[in-house]
């Protein structure tokens, strides 16, 4: 079946600190790969998306490649600011098998001033 | 994209009691989906519910403990039954975008089972 593993947290930064949050994924067929975020007292969010092996998702700074050969997908930030303190899913969805999505944990980030 | 409304946003309930949770959506959809997140968990999905037919149920989650409503395109229900402090948890409502691979989520319900 699928599944999706994400490193675990909390991930503690620094304000301007460079973020990765590792996500690897096993998937029947040719998965579409998202990273949604949930800010406090809020539903998920999609974040960014990547449909096919190669493509970057991208958005508000946020980048992460879908890498086949690696079965990864994990999430990059440059300069991370405290507004990005939030929790973080990686999920994938299987074009070759069950329409229903498959989450990772979420790894929660605290960015501190 | 969808913009996805529930109520109660949260609640505290007593052991052996129901609620039920409501969700709207702007638009009109075909599949809706209900998602329990439990502290420090990732998302487990209940169920999924089509208009004019019963509901789906994931292993481990049954019509009697969390029946489902889906009265027409833009509004479901959620029951949980017979509550127990296993069952607090935050309750998501999701449905597709017009894409059909990303999802929009409602607020979610916390939910506390004293």
């Known amino acids: 079946g699928n599944s999706v593993t994400q490193m675990e947290g909390p991930v503690t930064l620094s304000e301007e600190a460079f973020l990765t949050i590792n996500c690897t994924y096993t998937?029947?067929?040719?998965?579409?790969l998202f990273w949604y975020v949930q800010y406090p007292g809020e539903g998920l969010q999609l974040l960014l998306k990547?449909?096919?092996?190669?493509d970057k998702g991208s958005n508000k700074g946020f980048e992460a490649t879908y890498r086949k050969e690696t079965t990864s997908f994990h999430l990059e930030k440059g300069s991370v600011q405290v507004s990005d303190s939030a929790v973080y899913f990686c999920a994938l969805r299987s074009s070759g098998g069950s329409y229903i999505p498959t989450f990772g944990r979420g790894t929660s980030l605290i960015v501190h001033p | 994209s969808a913009v996805i409304s529930q109520k109660p946003s949260r609640d505290i309930c007593q052991r052996g009691t129901s609620l039920t949770i409501q969700c709207q959506v702007d638009s009109q959809v075909t599949m809706m989906f209900w998602y329990r997140q439990q502290p420090g968990q990732s998302l487990t999905l209940i169920a999924t519910a089509n208009q004019g037919s019963e509901a789906t149920y994931e292993s481990g989650f049954v019509i009697d403990k969390f029946p489902i409503s889906r009265p027409n395109l833009t509004f479901s229900t959620l029951t949980v039954s017979n509550m127990s402090p296993e069952d607090s948890s935050i309750y998501l409502c999701?449905?597709?975008?017009?894409?059909?691979?990303?999802?929009?989520f409602g607020p979610g319900t916390r939910l506390t089972v004293l």
């Open positions: 990547a449909t096919k092996a190669d």
């Open positions: 998937a029947t067929g040719y998965p579409s």
């Open positions: 999701s449905v597709d975008g017009t894409s059909y691979d990303e999802q929009f």
